[in-house]
């Protein structure tokens, strides 16, 4: 099953090229969110499958805290990609059932296998 | 910065000598907190956060060094200064004991009010001095943190750029020369995905480094559209972080000469890349190919190995890592760089 993927990254010409890999991968973008007002607002209304969270975030928003709601809310699990993944950060999403960690500067091949892992975590999931 | 008022904790089962020391204290300005058990300092220890404690050896309920080294393990007291005071009649061990537990100072009982309060004075003094000190090496841990983030993020920023830019381009010549300086550009910064992971950031383990960069490069696009078998077996061995660099940029312009050249037209291409530590001193790194071997493509062809940006980096690389490069022309072709592997000597973070 295709993936909805909701990008959430502040950066925007690196959630362009996260989204190119995520297509290149074989699944869709359904929103691109740069701040944690907007990822849920995007969770909301376009109910992705995943999200990949950066965990610094514009306007001082924590990826956790939003990847944390994303859970709680909607059941959307994430696959973090960001310049700071150490044991704290690990620790602090357990619960969340993260789909992965991938640190920057990432590498595309990464990125791509753990978006066709996350598809296969979540469809095994949903059976 | 506020002036915090200082706290002293007193720590005596004995109620006219406790009485007489919060005295001297009180006297000399100090704000001062009383304990009558060791169980009752340690909870005080931890709620009141006092500068210094004034730690009676004899206590009810455990030993007063018992309660010292107590304070001095947990991370949360531990900068708390304490002064253990003995009587006279035993002072000689309680001092060494006492000192091996981790106290700063030792009086023995009676005090000399003017010594007590030149002694808590000295200690308090300590105390500012080493919790400056690790206020400002926080600070610096927070400052290369940031440093470090920042340095990441925008290498980021430079690969995301050129993989977009790359994208714009329809003819595959266009897009395989971004191939190449995005492969180029990633040998070099993917580096710092794992170098801080490390508890150790002055050495790099090669294993995890070449084998990501070359599944990257394996989907990079390099040379015709045709699957090519890239096969890893590399060992697990650390080099210093600047001998790392040096040997991912060679593996990178002999993978990509042969993905490019290196395809066999009746066969599918394999190209093997190792990495074997060959004794103490030395590894060798091994890149060979089943492709068509010699020559016509790289001798002839239009990328002369003496002229190319590739050959030169390797030339450059190889000599900078103080090795040998050594070409067969077997069945295919095998470059093989064998180097001097110092010890990298042993991070202490602590030094």
């Known amino acids: 099953m295709g993936l909805e993927v909701l990008i959430v990254e502040d950066q925007m010409l690196i959630a362009i090229h996260l989204q190119d890999l995520v297509e290149e991968a074989g699944h869709r973008v359904a929103a691109i969110a740069h701040d944690g007002v907007s990822a849920l607002a995007a969770a909301a209304n376009h109910r992705p499958t995943i999200a990949i969270m950066d965990i610094r975030l514009a306007h001082g928003a924590s990826g956790i805290d939003v990847a944390r709601q994303l859970y709680e809310e909607h059941r959307i699990r994430c696959?973090?990609?960001?310049?700071?993944i150490n044991e704290d950060?690990?620790?602090?999403?357990?619960?969340?059932?993260?789909?992965?960690?991938?640190?920057?500067?990432?590498?595309?091949?990464?990125?791509?296998?753990?978006?066709r892992a996350a598809a296969i975590a979540v469809d095994s999931n949903s059976c | 910065?506020?002036?915090?008022?200082?706290?002293?904790?007193?720590?005596?089962?004995?109620?006219?000598?406790r009485y007489a020391t919060t005295r001297i204290l009180n006297r000399a300005?100090?704000?001062?907190?009383?304990?009558?058990?060791?169980?009752?300092?340690l909870r005080l220890a931890r709620s009141a956060s006092p500068q210094l404690v004034v730690l009676d050896v004899n206590l009810p309920d455990m030993s007063g060094i018992d309660v010292c080294r107590q304070l001095k393990t947990d991370p949360a007291t531990a900068g708390i200064m304490v002064l253990q005071v003995s009587?006279?009649?035993?002072?000689?061990?309680?001092r060494v004991s006492s000192l091996s537990a981790g106290a700063d100072s030792f009086l023995v009982e009676p005090m000399e009010p003017e010594e007590l309060e030149a002694v808590a004075r000295a200690l308090l003094r300590l105390h500012r001095v080493e919790a400056e000190l690790r206020r400002s090496l926080a600070e610096r841990e927070m400052l290369l943190r940031e440093v470090n983030h920042r340095v990441k993020n925008s290498l980021q920023l430079v690969l995301s750029m050129l993989s977009l830019q790359g994208g714009e381009f329809r003819e595959a010549g266009a897009r395989e020369i971004f191939a190449k300086a995005i492969a180029r550009v990633t040998a070099i910064a993917s580096i710092h995905e794992r170098l801080y992971q490390d508890t150790d950031p002055l050495s790099i383990d090669m294993q995890t480094y070449l084998t990501g960069l070359c599944a990257e490069l394996a989907r990079a696009g390099i040379g015709d559209e045709r699957h090519a078998d890239l096969r890893t077996d590399i060992e697990s061995l650390r080099l210093p972080t600047e001998n790392g660099v040096s040997l991912a940029l060679i593996v990178n312009e002999l993978v990509m000469n042969?993905?490019?050249?290196?395809r066999p037209s009746e066969r599918s291409a394999i190209i093997n890349v190792s990495l074997r530590r060959l004794d103490a001193g030395h590894a060798r790194l091994t890149i060979a190919d089943n492709g068509p071997g010699i020559a016509v493509d790289r001798a002839g062809g239009a990328e002369k190995p003496a002229g190319g940006l590739g050959s030169r980096l390797i030339n450059m690389l190889v000599r900078q890592l103080n090795g040998e490069l050594r070409i067969e022309h077997a069945d295919g072709y095998a470059a093989h760089i064998t180097f001097p592997v110092q010890a990298a000597a042993p991070w202490d973070s602590k030094s």
């Open chain 1, 79 to 84: 696959l973090f990609v960001s310049a700071n």
């Open chain 1, 89 to 115: 950060v690990r620790q602090r999403v357990a619960d969340l059932r993260p789909l992965g960690f991938i640190g920057k500067p990432f590498l595309a091949a990464e990125v791509i296998a753990a978006v």
């Open chain 2, 1 to 17: 910065m506020p002036v915090l008022p200082e706290i002293i904790l007193n720590v005596d089962d004995n109620e006219p000598g």
């Open chain 2, 29 to 41: 300005g100090f704000q001062v907190l009383e304990a009558g058990t060791g169980k009752e300092a």
């Open chain 2, 87 to 94: 009587a006279t009649n035993i002072a000689v061990l309680d």
């Open chain 2, 258 to 262: 042969a993905l490019k050249h290196g």
